[in-house]
């Protein structure tokens, strides 16, 4: 098993920044991607950004590009996600996942066996 803790919400205007944190815990030695996903009130998750463990090669979502940076600390355990320009829009709940498979939809809930609690992220206009 692999526990997940984010940290790191909470609320900023429209333009500003934050850092969210993804501690991981547990067989964190079988992780090979981890993701961030967010949902906001009344729709369905959405993808935002992942990163294989192993090489550190890291998608994003369109709606993303250029304003969020994931990241990895493997010394901790722990992947980041920087977002820069935040806009309303990106306000949701953000969750970090985990998963053991090294192939797959990295940008499909499916593929993640691991996921943590949750962080709120509001953006004020």
């Known amino acids: 098993q692999v526990q997940l803790v984010e940290s790191g919400g909470g609320l900023v205007q429209a333009g500003g920044s934050l850092k969210l944190s993804c501690a991981a815990s547990?067989?964190?030695?079988?992780?090979?991607?981890m993701g961030w996903f967010r949902q906001a009130p009344g729709k369905e998750p959405e993808f935002v950004a992942a990163?294989?463990?192993?090489?550190?090669?890291?998608y994003y979502a369109e709606s993303v590009k250029e304003r969020f940076t994931i990241s990895r600390d493997r010394a901790k355990n722990t992947v980041y996600l920087q977002m820069n320009s935040l806009k309303p829009e990106d306000t949701a709940v953000y969750y970090c996942?985990?998963?053991?498979?090294?192939?797959?939809?990295?940008?499909?809930?499916?593929?993640?066996?691991?996921w943590g609690l949750g962080t709120q992220v509001t953006v004020s206009a």
């Open positions: 990163m294989y463990w192993s090489d550190g090669s890291s």
């Open positions: 547990g067989r964190t030695f079988s992780i090979q991607v």
């Open positions: 996942a985990a998963s053991p498979k090294s192939k797959g939809s990295w940008y499909r809930t499916g593929l993640y066996d691991y």
